[in-house]
T-cell receptor, first 110, second 117 residues
Framework: GQNIDQPTEMTATEGAIVQINCTYQ??????LFWYQQHAGEAPTFLSY????GLEEKGRFSSFLSRSKGYSYLLLKELQMKDSASYLC???????????FGAGTTVTVRA | NAGVTQTPKFRVLKTGQSMTLLCAQD?????MYWYRQDPGMGLRLIHY???????AKGEVPDGYNVSRLKKQNFLLGLESAAPSQTSVYFC????????????????FGAGTRLSVL
């Protein structure tokens, strides 16, 4: 099975940077996803890492270290619309199933 | 392009009643999934399907049944609803990736909010 940990809540100021950490213990690893979920809405895909290193996409970056079972999502130049829950999910080796962490709620304050 | 569509969006049931949640996708995806989301617990996989006519159990399958008679549709049934099944249900779909590094991104529907009294 999978055990995925991420902080419950984080608060940051508009224009700042926030880093959301995710650690995982897995019986099989085939990639790691970050999803964004606004309150009352569906999760939407943000980023995917399967190799070690940093993936950058605009204001968002995601990092993976497979040897450490660790990933982070970096949100730069925070905007009010970035207030949401961020879900870390590990893809297993069987049928592409995802195991999700409980999510980190990020609140951006003016 | 509607993506993944779930019906209904909201439903209130009494204990013991049955209902079916409908999920439809228009992206020709092979894989489909049903999750439930509860506060503090994240998304948990109920059942999934790797193709038309096939289904498999996920992490929390008890009390639910599913069917995938057509590639574009995946139905989740509650035979005898219980208060513990009060939750938000999400359907997702993904294509079968080509190659070892395939992403297999899951695309989610807007969710069904179910209350069982």
């Amino acid at each position: 099975g999978q055990n995925i940990d991420q902080p419950t809540e984080m608060t940051a100021t508009e224009g700042a940077i926030v880093q959301i950490n995710c650690t995982y213990q897995t019986s099989g690893f085939n990639g790691l996803f970050w999803y964004q979920q606004h309150a009352g809405e569906a999760p939407t895909f943000l980023s995917y890492n399967v190799l070690d290193g940093l993936e950058e996409k605009g204001r968002f970056s995601s990092f993976l270290s497979r040897s450490k079972g660790y990933s982070y999502l970096l949100l730069k130049e925070l905007q009010m619309k970035d207030s949401a829950s961020y879900l870390c999910a590990v893809k297993g080796r069987v049928d592409y199933k995802l195991s999700f962490g409980a999510g980190t709620t990020v609140t951006v304050r003016a | 392009n509607a993506g993944v569509t779930q019906t209904p969006k909201f439903r209130v049931l009494k204990t013991g009643q049955s209902m079916t949640l409908l999920c439809a996708q228009d992206m020709n995806h092979e894989y489909m999934y049903w999750y439930r989301q509860d506060p503090g617990m994240g998304l948990r996989l109920i059942h999934y399907s790797v193709g038309e006519g096939t289904t498999a159990k996920g992490e929390v399958p008890d009390g639910y049944n599913v069917s995938r008679l057509k590639k574009q549709n995946f139905l989740l049934g509650l035979e005898s609803a219980a208060p513990s099944q009060t939750s938000v249900y999400f359907c997702a779909s993904s294509k079968v990736g080509q190659g070892k590094r395939a992403k297999n991104i899951q695309y989610f529907g807007a969710g069904t909010r179910l209350s069982v009294l």
